[in-house]
């Protein structure tokens, strides 16, 4: 490739966060929403791999279910073979001798434009494939695939230009400089099926930096990863910048980790795999060319605890979309909640009313609060808890399932008195919060209790009226949740405004969307140039 020449100081566009649409009824956004849902109700893609650029259909076949109603079959895809792991491998590094020489502002314009385009043509496609195969009301799916992608791709470009513009001081007689050079080899992404944003910002956070990427998306979220992907491309990415390979994941891993070149790991998922593919990692050091960067968002056993001094309304309203949004399937969602026996009754009164009015159903009637879990595999294991729930605690309201169509999870709040329930210390990942009426006079002993139930410090949040018990929590709850919030519910994080990602099980703490995590993805050069270098080696001390 022959490099235009370019003499000038380049600023990229101040990043702003996109705004969120209201698709409220009789909107032109409802309109166009609801027609490219209508259409894409109605057919049935294939979806193939992407290795350098080209489509490569294996004819081993996998199906892309609606949860809503899962006898219909959104797509079809191909996965991949271990011929073409190792193909895609390949790829990435030709790819690389070229994308890495490129100058950052013309990677970040690929980005830029790939903002721009799901602001305004691909917006559509993007959040219909949101919600029809991961079952998002219109407003989840509109603040993920829509705006966190977005301000992914917008903050990132930003963040990368502070990062490159940070360099060591010089003086008269030196220039010192920072070269911030991609990772040797390819950085290997698993994305979850939870969020669309994160499909796109795991293996484009890397790319941005200059580096080449192995794209593993979720089986249950390939509809969106797959429009992700094309989009990208429209937006001018090279071929085998990203290579996205779909197919069984131990399989893809069992390749990527033991690879002489791997670079690095971009993970969003269970702690679980996250830790074997740590272990798998630890046991191959002496064969990798450089140590791998291994960046993990995992689970989470997310907290509400209110003091007595909280507002029962506010509490009860971040209670209920904490824990019901999206099913509870956001790493974030609240999922075990501590209430003062004095505020219980009125709490758990408005929760109830508020639940009685919510909707659960397919998510295409935008009516509907709630929709359906990801798969069976989830409504299985959520059913399951219900059933302990029945068995050894109290159902305060819900409780209910139906897999005949969909795979529905009926919103549910459970009351324990032990506060070692298993309810309250594993993560469930669905629409089930668990609550522990502590005495009020036990404020102090329930930070505790809160801080010690869970392996995991991802999100938490305090409600209190009293600044001073307000400070209370956020000392004794340090180390408890990487995004800790004060009156509000504990999901919802916004690129540039919260970044994201906890610690402990949690995860590596990277914080997505911010410039920490961009860091990274390169590995810095120091450069001295001399401009008088010295003609004689002796010292002044020496002198007689």
């Known amino acids: ?13 101040a990043a702003v966060n ?23 109700s109605n057919e049935t893609i294939e979806i193939p791999l992407v290795i350098g650029g080209r489509r490569i259909q294996t004819g081993d076949i996998g199906t892309v279910n609606n949860p809503c109603d899962h006898q219909q079959v959104l797509a079809r895809y191909h996965r991949a ?14 790819a690389s001798a070229d994308w890495a020489r490129w100058r950052w502002e013309d990677r970040a314009a690929v980005f830029l434009r790939a903002a721009e385009l799901l ?41 990368a230009q502070d990062l490159y513009h940070e360099q060591p001081l010089s003086d008269h007689a030196m220039w010192n400089q920072l070269d911030y050079r991609p990772l040797e080899g390819f950085v290997y992404a698993v994305t979850p099926f939870n969020f ?39 937006a001018g990415l090279p071929p085998g910048v990203i290579n996205f390979i779909p197919g069984d994941a131990a399989m893809i891993s069992d390749i990527a980790l033991t690879h002489r070149d791997l670079a690095g790991v971009h993970f969003t998922g269970s702690t679980a795999v996250f830790n074997s593919m740590w272990k798998t ?30 507002d029962p309304q506010a509490l009860a309203v971040g209670m209920v979309r904490g824990a019901f949004e999206y099913q509870g399937q956001k790493c974030s969602a609240a999922s075990r909640a501590y209430v003062p026996a004095s505020l219980w009754p009125v ?5 109830i009313a508020m639940m009685a009015e919510i909707k659960q159903g397919d998510v295409r009637d935008f009516s509907n609060f709630v929709g359906a879990v990801i798969d069976e595999r989830a409504f299985t294991r959520l059913k399951g808890a219900l059933d302990d729930a029945r068995a050894n605690a109290s159902i305060v309201a819900g409780g209910g399932s139906d897999s005949s169509k969909g795979w529905f999870i009926q919103p549910t709040i459970v009351e324990t008195k032990d506060p070692s329930y298993r309810l309250l210390c594993e993560e469930l990942f669905g629409p089930i919060l668990t609550v522990h009426v502590y005495e009020d006079a036990k404020w102090k002993e329930i930070l505790t209790t809160v801080d010690a139930t869970s392996p995991y410090a991802l999100t938490g949040a305090v409600f209190s009226r009293d600044r ?51 860091m990274r993805w390169v590995s810095t050069r120091t450069i001295k140039e001399t401009f008088v270098p010295p003609l004689d080696w002796k010292y002044p001390f020496l002198g007689a």
């Open 468 to 518: 001073h018990a307000v400070q209370e929590a956020m000392v004794a709850l340090r180390q408890s949740a990487g995004n800790f919030y004060v009156n509000d519910k504990p999901t919802g994080a916004v690129v540039g405004q919260q970044p994201f990602g906890g610690a402990r099980g949690s995860g590596t703490n990277d914080k997505a969307g911010s410039k920490s995590n961009l």
């Open 119 to 159: 602001t305004t043509t691909w917006r559509d496609t993007l959040n219909a494939a949101t919600i029809l195969g991961q079952s998002k009301t219109v407003h989840q799916a509109e603040i993920d695939a829509a705006c966190e992608l977005i301000d992914f791709f917008r903050f990132n470009v930003q963040f």
């Open 1 to 13: 490739m022959s490099y235009a020449p370019f003499d000038g100081v380049r600023r990229v566009p």
């Open 81 to 94: 073979t271990p011929a073409l792991v190792r193909e895609a491998i390949e790829a990435a590094a030709t």
């Open 347 to 351: 709490v758990k009164e408005k929760c």
């Open 18 to 40: 996109e705004p969120v649409r209201s698709y409220a009824p009789g909107s032109p956004e409802r309109a166009a929403l609801q027609a490219r849902l209508t259409q894409m």
């Open 281 to 310: 990692i630890g046991g191959n050091m002496n064969q990798y060319r450089s140590y791998p960067r291994i960046v993990g968002e995992t689970g989470g056993k997310d907290f509400i605890v209110a003091h007595p001094s909280a």
């Open 196 to 234: 669309t944003a994160i499909g796109g910002n795991l293996p484009g956070a890397p790319a941005l930096m200059g580096n080449v990427v192995l794209w593993k998306p979720s089986a249950t979220a390939l509809l969106s990863s797959w429009y992700t992907m094309q989009l990208l491309e429209e």
